[in-house]
């Protein structure tokens, strides 16, 4: 392709009119290979789905036309119920969860005078590390005899009881994310004026004070920016879930979140057309939900 | 006024310059006990101790990021009776469960998988996205802006309502358990696309005037004299997109569910966790062998990785 492209530059304008005409077309052939693509693996996907989800489809493909069975059956369905409870549970614990420890974290880092870099990256680095290796260490330290009953002293193996492997899931997700929303937390803090805290020292203003009263209302932008992202991070959690529990959403569907519930869907009851009506249920609940949180802030932006 | 305060992605990252450059450390912080006047009695004191505090809770949320690493290499050290006993420095320190993980539980070929798969989609998207970034910054075609808000809709499509239509599509085209395969699921990357444009609209246009007058044709102005000034935006995506594909679970778990022999190290290690998982010491050296090239790179270009994950929060 871009030898074709270099080629037919060298000759100047022949065969192609105008230079504009020339430049539409080089344009066009250097956005050819990702137009393409996002065509057959984004867009046609979507009107596929919409099309499998009205059939009962197998391994070999279409068995029965069912229209909107799939819909119907989806509303009636009590483990997606159970699916969709964890996930909202889920993303709830995590976001407050990762938002409270980033912005934490995230004000300390800001205080520090030297090696502020330095821990910025240090902080960071599990937001980098494979999620799989992550959480194969969880599983490890919070395993019955794991490092973490050895320091807390509790006994319990975390990601094998139903209680508690949910809570889990919500401890690891919200330490590996935290040093992402530390760092957008930063720039926020960044960006507040510093004669908002002259005139509050003057006021004689204690720090924890200043930061409830000052700090953490200016960072409004903040606080909607990170938590739509984790809003929306935390309903498509799934890695963590399907290697902690072996892919069964196990112990007893605890850690059954939406993602795992349509992946179980898809691969364990090989129910295709089923699955691509869990898909198109998940996408409209995690739009509204974004759309909630938009029109929620946002109003109370405005005032 | 309504929208003074709605966040967009701009809000967080002004522009393609200041994404590319993490923000420089003030010297002052801006906090309050920075910012009070020299002379109020009692300062120097109160300075000394905060500094202190900080200090301790900075080292201590260390301990809290860095012990389950340190207590997985630790552990990847030690022998399976040793892993009862909870000291940090292992006694006898062994490369035994290295040996077995990259032996005989296949993390060997897992590892070249990975490395394999993510310089091949690293490559071909630094340069797809270049080109195409650079299309949609400078050349003026009919349909750009609809085109570029169809670039940008995609990044609001969930891989979750894209597995069944591109599995039962991959089925049928004899896609799945192929290295080809996820390629080309990976080849499709809007944020990155996004971020070449941006940055190719920062750099002035005279450069390329100047190279169109010599008769230059547009793909070689865009490869000897675009490409060379946009290096740093090339270093973000390239890294962004190691990243990326080093330590995705989702699509390689899909493609190559029934291809062990092409299964990267996410995929081993959860194959390897449902198998044997008490087997502490091997699955710990997976993590390690899975964590530490990333470990390597973020020590080496770590500035780029914070650019690279502004857009990764553009990606949702």
């Known amino acids: 392709m871009s030898a074709t492209a270099a080629a037919r530059e060298d000759r100047p304008g022949r065969g192609f009119g105008s230079e504009r005409v020339r430049e539409a077309l080089v344009g066009y052939l250097f956005i050819a290979a990702p137009m393409v693509l996002y065509g057959i693996l984004f867009f046609y996907p979507i009107g596929y789905a919409l099309y499998i989800s009205r059939y009962d489809w197998g391994v070999l493909g ?62 960071y680095f599990p937001s980098i590390a ?74 004689g203003a204690g720090a924890w004070r200043t930061f409830w009263k000052i700090t953490f209302p200016l960072l409004r932008p903040g606080h909607f920016f990170v ?57 409209l609940i995690i739009f509204g939900l974004t759309l909630l949180q938009r029109l929620t802030f946002g109003r109370t932006d405005a005032n | 006024m309504a929208d003074a305060d709605v966040p967009t992605q701009k809000d967080v990252v002004p522009s393609a310059e200041a994404r590319l450059v993490p923000p420089a450390p003030t010297l002052e912080p ?31 949320i260390a301990l809290l990021y860095f012990v389950p690493f340190l207590w997985m290499i630790s552990t ?6 040793e892993t009862a006993y909870f000291s940090l420095l292992p006694k006898h320190p062994t490369l035994h469960a290295y040996r077995e993980a990259l032996s005989t539980f296949h993390f060997a070929r897992y590892a070249a998988n990975s490395v394999g798969l993510a310089a091949t989609v690293t490559c071909l998207n630094v340069f797809l996205c270049s080109l195409a970034g650079y299309a949609f910054a400078r050349l003026r075609f009919p349909g750009r802006e609809v085109l570029f808000i169809l670039v940008l809709l995609t990044l609001m499509i969930p891989d979750q309502l894209r597995l069944v239509p591109i599995f039962v599509m991959f089925t049928n085209w004899h896609l799945l358990g192929h290295y080809h395969g996820y390629v080309l699921i990976k080849l499709a990357s809007a944020a990155q696309l996004f971020l070449m444009r941006q940055y190719f609209l920062t750099i002035p246009r ?13 793909f070689k102005t865009f490869w000897k004299v675009m ?23 989702f699509w390689p778990l899909i493609i190559f569910n029934t291809a062990p022999d092409h299964y990267t190290l996410p995929v081993g290690i959860f194959s390897f966790v449902s198998e044997y998982q008490t087997l502490w010491p091997q699955l710990m050296a997976s993590s390690v062998i899975a964590i530490a090239p990333m470990a390597l790179i973020y020590v080496f270009f770590q500035r780029y990785f914070v650019a690279g994950m502004a857009s990764a929060g553009v990606k949702g």
């Open chain 1, 62 to 123: 279409k068995i029965d036309t069912v229209g909107f069975g799939n819909y119907r059956e989806l509303l009636h369905d009590h483990r997606f119920g159970i699916a969709v409870k964890n996930g909202l549970k889920f993303t709830l614990a995590f976001t407050i969860c990762s938002m409270a420890l980033g912005l934490f974290v995230a004000v300390v880092v800001n205080n520090a005078i030297r090696f502020r870099g330095f821990f910025r990256s240090a902080y």
């Open chain 1, 130 to 203: 494979s999620s799989a290796a992550i959480t194969a260490v969880a599983l490890f330290i919070l395993s019955a005899d794991g490092l973490f009953n050895q320091i807390t002293g509790f006994d319990r193996a975390w990601f094998g009881e139903s209680g508690t492997a949910l809570w889990a899931l919500v401890g690891l997700n919200s330490w590996t994310t935290s040093g992402m929303v530390m760092l957008f937390y930063l720039a926020y803090l960044q960006s507040i004026p510093t004669d908002v805290y002259e005139a509050a020292a003057i006021d």
């Open chain 1, 227 to 283: 938590s739509t992202l984790l809003v929306i991070g935390g309903l498509k959690m799934f890695d963590q879930a399907f290697i902690a529990s072996g892919g069964s959403g196990g112990p007893n569907n605890s850690t059954l979140v939406p993602v795992l519930y349509l992946y179980r869907v898809a691969f364990y009851d090989v129910r295709f057309g089923y699955a691509a009506s869990v898909g198109i249920a998940l996408m």
């Open chain 2, 30 to 60: 801006a906090l309050p006990g920075g910012t009070v006047p020299v002379g109020i009695p009692g300062r120097t004191a109160f300075e000394r101790s905060r500094t202190i505090v900080v200090y301790l809770l900075l080292f201590g």
């Open chain 2, 76 to 81: 990847s050290l030690k022998t399976l009776p």
């Open chain 2, 206 to 218: 005279d450069l390329e005037e100047a190279a169109k007058l010599d008769g230059a044709g547009y």
């Open chain 2, 227 to 249: 490409l060379p000034l946009v290096g740093p935006a090339i270093a973000a995506i390239a890294i962004l997109e190691f990243e990326g594909t080093w330590n995705d679970f």
